[in-house]
């Protein structure tokens, strides 16, 4: 058995390997039958009409792993008047949950028999260590398979009616078509989190993946194309950074998209927010936060640096449900840096396809700019750098060294916003008041945590704490089964969960009058 085992794991290793070595090289379109260098239109694998491409670079190494097409807002037009056609003319709207939910099943099964492939891809163009890309595909693909299952209980209600003579009932219908822009940092599941539920509620749509990782989005949509998605229902546009403000636009302001969902920073969700109010547009936003992760004097500290470790470092820093500001009671204060820095210090650090590597690169230039920058902001005004604190030039250009930074005050660019690396901030406070006014000092409320032993306390915290989602005692809360959404300017809406499919449908009042 040990050798069967053992046999099975060189296998898969070599297989691996030689996966790895083609990204490595450029992602080869014979071999990997996955890699798309095409956009996805009406059923077709298309290029822009203007016939401009952008690179595609994997962060390990800056090396360019292929070329996608840079659309513009005539390719944006093709691909919602396909996903309008497919709606209505191809009476997609009219299709059972049935059979819905049986093509997001084919998709959910193809995305699982090639989860290597996709995580290979991921890595290659995220940086994210292969690991982490192999449990994004888990997540990701649950996104597919829980919808598939949501679709055939989108139930309406017939309602007691006033008069004796009616009948009143409410039946939900989907929206139509829905524009999704998805971000770079989960490249898979933040896609699959809304195509599944916009597909399940019976819309189609139009996708636009962040162009730092547009392959991701590409190889989902070759297996959607071979699970048999009818044409039209499931399009896909790449551009690059240059076109993105007028696609975004595009799509917000089209009559013939009917909503809009995104997640990415708050700043974009403003803007898209507003250019969806002149058509009332049904819209979803899941922008960044700010999370407090707090610890308690009465709390298990080995449990809560395990939560640090996991909500701090996956995806090295760059989620939105991160934790972004660590309060840490007086009392525990000093015990939980040093055992926190031991756990640090034994991170691995390099290229995300290595064997073991738990710290990958950050995504592009901009961002590791943004991290040294509020590093050294938080250095310059007092803060006290406790581990780490610079980039690691000696594995490539965008590898920053995890940190940790204590002694931080409001005035700090690190203790007020979004960092999206690998810095733990650390404030002490001294009661429980204390530290509930700072974590609530936001305009964000995306996730927050908190470590306490204390049942009384636990209650208090839940219900005052002001975040959309909560982890008590734990630092890893994502499952399709959750409703993933914030309040405050962290966004409308929630994702996942039973109430995802509520984005993409409106609910009908039918009054049946004079009935004998
Ligand atoms: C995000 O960072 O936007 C999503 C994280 C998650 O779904 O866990």
Known sequence: MATLLLGRFALNRAV???????????????????????????????????????DVTNPANEQVLGTVPDMDINDVNDAIDAAHNAFYDKKWHNSTAKDRAALLKKWFQLLEKNRKEIALIMTAESGKPIAESEGEITYGN?????????????YGEIVPTPQSNRQMMLVKQPIGVAGLITPWNFPHAMITRKASAAIAAGCTVVIKPAEDTPLTALALTKLAEEAGFPKGVLNVVTSSRKNAASVGKLLCQSEKVAAIS????????????????NGIKRIGLELGGNAPFIVFKSADLDKAVIGAMNSKFRNCGQTCISANRFLIQDEVHDEFISRLTEKIKA??????????????????????????????????KGANVVLGGRQLSEHGALYFEP?????????????????????????????????????????????????????????????????????????????????????????????????????????????YGGLE
């Open 16 to 54: 691996n390997l030689g996966l790895t070595r083609m990204i490595g090289n450029s992602l080869n379109r014979r071999t990997m039958h996955l890699h798309q260098n095409h956009a996805f239109i009406n059923g077709k694998w298309v290029g822009a009409r203007s016939g401009l491409t952008f």
């Open 403 to 511: 940190t940790i930074v204590s002694h931080l005050r409001d005035d700090m660019k690190l203790y007020r916003e979004e960092i999206f690396g690998p810095v733990v901030s650390i404030i002490r406070f001294k009661t429980e008041e204390e530290a509930l006014q700072i974590a609530n000092a936001t305009q964000r409320g995306l996730a927050g945590y908190f470590y306490s032993n204390d049942l009384n306390q636990v209650f208090r915290i839940s219900k005052l704490l002001e975040t959309g989602m909560i982890g008590v005692n734990e630092g890893l809360i994502s499952a399709a089964e959750a409703a993933f959404g914030g309040i405050k300017e962290s966004g409308i809406g929630r994702e996942g969960s039973k109430y995802g499919i509520d984005e993409y449908v409106y609910i009908k009042y039918l009054c």
């Open 262 to 277: 995104f997640t990415g920073s708050t700043e974009v969700g403003k803007l898209l927010y507003k250019q969806c109010a």
């Open 142 to 154: 649950s996104f597919v398979e829980w919808f598939a299952e949501e679709a055939r209980r989108v």
């Open 347 to 380: 991170l691995k650090i390099g290229d995300g396809s290595h064997d073991g590597v738990q710290i990958g690169p950050l995504i592009n230039h901009a961002q590791i700019n943004k991290v040294t920058q509020f590093v050294e902001d938080a250095k310059q």
